[in-house]
């Protein structure tokens, strides 16, 4: 395991470009990944670029991040800090912020036009795990024996879109339906035990866009608001120790999880409901959109978008 010494030499940021092709514009603005440590607050900057980055993973010996950007994959090595480095994803041309890596650390898997890839994690051709048809996967979650994804679903058959929760085999085969509904829900991620799957939706909302915080058993009974109040809360990361969450906050009304605007990280202690801010930035979508959890559980990677010249 990586020791990150957040007050000595990862502290500071490297302006760097991503390589390769076209990418989307965040004009008049940079991308900042950040790691803040929950415990004592002190937040830093690993890297900061022009271009657009989101989503940042942990690999499960802490030695680095990957993130996404461009439509690809990127590897950010952490010791010793290095430049960000493409993975190979074959003839996949546009990855999105929903991707998770394997417990053993050996396959990464991505989202991409509403279908599920399985890569090798040293990169390569991708294997689609999920059918063709009607139904649009964006993944979140992997179990942690590492046989299962968990993934939204948008049912498009119809004029009325039909959310769900289903859960996949990692190997490929047949999606488990657990929640389906005319209410969104996103962000379906396990606790560390397997027992849990916690996500965000819009199952109580008194107004389109309230988006709150639940969790419901691994086979999608019992389900229960974890978070109350107005705010709007998206993506619920549990800890490593399975303890904690953490998870983004938007200001009452906002709808869905749009970029760019003034959103916090939060932090609960699953047992007593116990909540801390930990961090308050311009960002939101493609921030936090993932389990971004050290595997020692002491830091939190988040991407965080300011204006250029602006301090956050």
Known sequence: ??????????????QREIPGGPFRSIEGRVSQLRIIDHATGVDRILLETPDLIEAPNWMPDGKAILLNGRGGMFRLGLEPAAALEPIDIGSV???????????????LYISAGGAVYAVPIEGGEPRQLTPEG????FLHGVSSDGLWLACTTIDMSSEAERWGIQRLPAR???????????????????????????FSGELEADVPGHAQIFRMRSDGSD?????????????????????????????????????????EIWHMVIA???????AAFCGGQGSLNVNSWSPDGRLLAYIA????????
């Open 1 to 14: 395991m990586v020791n990150l010494d957040l007050g000595g030499r990862m502290s500071v940021a490297a």
């Open 93 to 107: 041309e546009d990855a999105n912020n929903d991707h998770v890596i394997s417990p053993d650390g050996r396959t």
């Open 134 to 137: 009607h139904t649009r996967y």
């Open 172 to 198: 490929g085969g047949e999606a488990q339906p657990l929640l389906l509904g005319a209410r969104p829900v996103d962000g379906p991620e396990w606790s560390p035990d397997g027992r849990w799957i916690w």
């Open 223 to 263: 389900i229960v608001r974890m978070v109350h109040g107005s705010a709007v809360d998206w993506f619920p990361h549990p800890s490593p120790n399975g303890q904690e969450i953490a998870f983004i906050r938007y200001p009452v009304g906002t709808t869905g999880h749009p970029p760019h605007r003034q959103v």
């Open 272 to 278: 007593d409901g116990a909540m801390t801010r930990l």
């Open 305 to 312: 978008y300011p204006a250029v010249g602006v301090a956050e």
